[in-house]
Protein backbone atom coordinates (compact mmCIF):
# COMPACT_ATOMS: atom_id res chain seq x y z
CA UNK A 1 0.00 0.00 0.00
CA UNK A 2 1.50 3.75 -1.26
CA UNK A 3 1.16 6.09 1.39
CA UNK A 4 0.22 9.86 1.02
CA UNK A 5 3.38 11.92 1.24
CA UNK A 6 1.25 15.15 1.65
CA UNK A 7 0.35 14.76 5.19
CA UNK A 8 0.83 12.97 8.39
CA UNK A 9 -0.70 9.33 8.57
CA UNK A 10 -4.42 8.64 9.56
CA UNK A 11 -2.70 7.23 13.06
CA UNK A 12 0.43 10.37 13.60
CA UNK A 13 -0.34 12.46 16.50
CA UNK A 14 1.52 15.32 14.98
CA UNK A 15 -0.17 18.15 14.32
CA UNK A 16 -0.04 18.97 10.36
CA UNK A 17 0.61 22.16 10.25
CA UNK A 18 3.03 22.07 12.86
CA UNK A 19 1.15 24.83 15.52
CA UNK A 20 4.14 26.09 17.35
CA UNK A 21 4.92 29.94 16.90
CA UNK A 22 8.13 31.64 16.24
CA UNK A 23 8.18 32.61 19.83
CA UNK A 24 7.07 28.92 21.26
CA UNK A 25 10.12 27.46 19.05
CA UNK A 26 12.55 30.09 20.57
CA UNK A 27 11.63 28.83 23.92
CA UNK A 28 12.66 25.18 22.99
CA UNK A 29 15.67 23.69 24.86
CA UNK A 30 17.76 22.98 22.20
CA UNK A 31 20.58 21.65 24.04
CA UNK A 32 18.06 18.77 25.35
CA UNK A 33 17.35 18.13 22.00
CA UNK A 34 20.20 17.75 20.91
CA UNK A 35 21.28 15.50 24.01
CA UNK A 36 18.49 13.23 23.26
CA UNK A 37 18.46 12.99 19.47
CA UNK A 38 22.19 13.10 18.22
CA UNK A 39 22.56 9.44 18.73
CA UNK A 40 18.94 8.25 18.95
CA UNK A 41 17.31 5.98 16.17
CA UNK A 42 14.97 6.85 13.79
CA UNK A 43 11.69 7.69 15.40
CA UNK A 44 10.28 10.46 17.67
CA UNK A 45 13.46 12.42 19.49
CA UNK A 46 15.10 12.22 15.79
CA UNK A 47 12.29 13.70 14.76
CA UNK A 48 12.01 16.22 17.08
CA UNK A 49 15.54 17.44 16.71
CA UNK A 50 14.99 17.70 12.84
CA UNK A 51 11.76 19.12 13.40
CA UNK A 52 11.13 21.77 16.09
CA UNK A 53 14.31 21.74 16.84
CA UNK A 54 15.67 22.94 13.80
CA UNK A 55 13.47 24.80 13.55
CA UNK A 56 13.54 26.84 17.46
CA UNK A 57 17.17 27.13 16.41
CA UNK A 58 16.64 28.62 12.87
CA UNK A 59 14.28 31.40 14.40
CA UNK A 60 17.06 31.95 17.39
CA UNK A 61 19.37 32.36 15.07
CA UNK A 62 18.06 34.12 12.75
CA UNK A 63 16.59 36.86 15.43
CA UNK A 64 20.60 37.01 16.25
CA UNK A 65 21.34 38.00 13.20
CA UNK A 66 23.19 35.07 11.70
CA UNK A 67 23.69 34.87 8.12
CA UNK A 68 22.87 31.16 6.31
CA UNK A 69 26.09 30.64 4.67
CA UNK A 70 27.72 30.71 8.30
CA UNK A 71 25.95 27.70 10.00
CA UNK A 72 26.08 25.94 6.88
CA UNK A 73 29.94 26.78 7.11
CA UNK A 74 29.85 25.58 11.00
CA UNK A 75 28.25 22.18 9.79
CA UNK A 76 30.61 21.80 7.01
CA UNK A 77 33.62 22.17 9.98
CA UNK A 78 31.59 20.15 12.07
CA UNK A 79 31.53 16.88 9.21
CA UNK A 80 35.13 17.43 8.68
CA UNK A 81 36.70 17.73 11.90
CA UNK A 82 33.92 16.90 14.27
CA UNK A 83 31.68 18.16 17.15
CA UNK A 84 34.68 18.11 19.65
CA UNK A 85 37.20 20.21 17.20
CA UNK A 86 34.15 22.99 16.54
CA UNK A 87 33.15 23.00 20.01
CA UNK A 88 36.81 24.68 20.80
CA UNK A 89 36.46 26.91 17.82
CA UNK A 90 37.22 30.31 19.34
CA UNK A 91 34.33 32.03 17.25
CA UNK A 92 32.28 28.98 15.75
CA UNK A 93 29.64 32.01 14.36
CA UNK A 94 30.22 35.42 13.85
CA UNK A 95 29.18 37.71 16.61
CA UNK A 96 29.46 37.03 20.06
CA UNK A 97 25.92 35.93 21.19
CA UNK A 98 25.37 33.27 18.54
CA UNK A 99 28.73 32.24 18.89
CA UNK A 100 28.14 31.61 22.90
CA UNK A 101 25.21 29.46 22.00
CA UNK A 102 26.12 27.73 19.73
CA UNK A 103 29.15 26.49 21.54
CA UNK A 104 26.83 25.37 24.20
CA UNK A 105 25.06 23.10 21.57
CA UNK A 106 28.06 21.65 20.27
CA UNK A 107 29.55 21.10 23.83
CA UNK A 108 26.23 19.16 24.28
CA UNK A 109 26.75 16.74 21.36
CA UNK A 110 30.57 16.33 22.73
CA UNK A 111 29.34 14.72 25.98
CA UNK A 112 27.48 12.06 23.86
CA UNK A 113 29.23 8.66 22.78
CA UNK A 114 28.14 8.70 19.58
CA UNK A 115 31.71 9.29 17.84
CA UNK A 116 31.73 10.04 13.87
CA UNK A 117 27.75 8.56 13.68
CA UNK A 118 27.05 11.76 16.14
CA UNK A 119 29.72 14.35 14.15
CA UNK A 120 27.95 13.47 10.44
CA UNK A 121 24.16 13.84 12.43
CA UNK A 122 25.24 17.11 14.03
CA UNK A 123 26.10 18.38 10.79
CA UNK A 124 22.94 17.55 9.11
CA UNK A 125 20.90 19.38 11.66
CA UNK A 126 23.40 22.31 10.99
CA UNK A 127 22.86 22.22 7.55
CA UNK A 128 19.10 21.57 8.31
CA UNK A 129 18.97 25.01 10.39
CA UNK A 130 21.10 26.58 8.01
CA UNK A 131 18.67 25.81 5.24
CA UNK A 132 15.41 27.10 7.34
CA UNK A 133 17.38 30.56 8.35
CA UNK A 134 17.72 31.22 4.54
CA UNK A 135 13.93 30.70 4.09
CA UNK A 136 13.09 32.58 6.58
CA UNK A 137 15.31 35.53 5.15
CA UNK A 138 14.01 34.83 1.69
CA UNK A 139 10.38 34.93 2.69
CA UNK A 140 11.24 38.36 5.19
CA UNK A 141 12.66 39.91 1.57
CA UNK A 142 10.03 38.89 -1.07
CA UNK A 143 7.05 40.22 1.86
CA UNK A 144 9.09 43.67 1.66
CA UNK A 145 9.49 43.66 -2.49
CA UNK A 146 5.92 42.79 -3.19
Known amino acids: MR ?17 RTDDELAQLDITVLLRYGLTAAPGTRRTALFG ?3 AAAAVILDRLGTEPRSVAFLADT ?18 REAAVLVR ?9 VGGITADD ?20 ARGRST
Do not use: F
Open 3 to 19: RDTRGPAMNDDAPYPPD
Open 52 to 54: DGA
Open 78 to 95: VRAGGLANAAELPEPLPH
Open 104 to 112: EWLQAGTEL
Open 121 to 140: TAAAWLHAVATIVELKQLTR
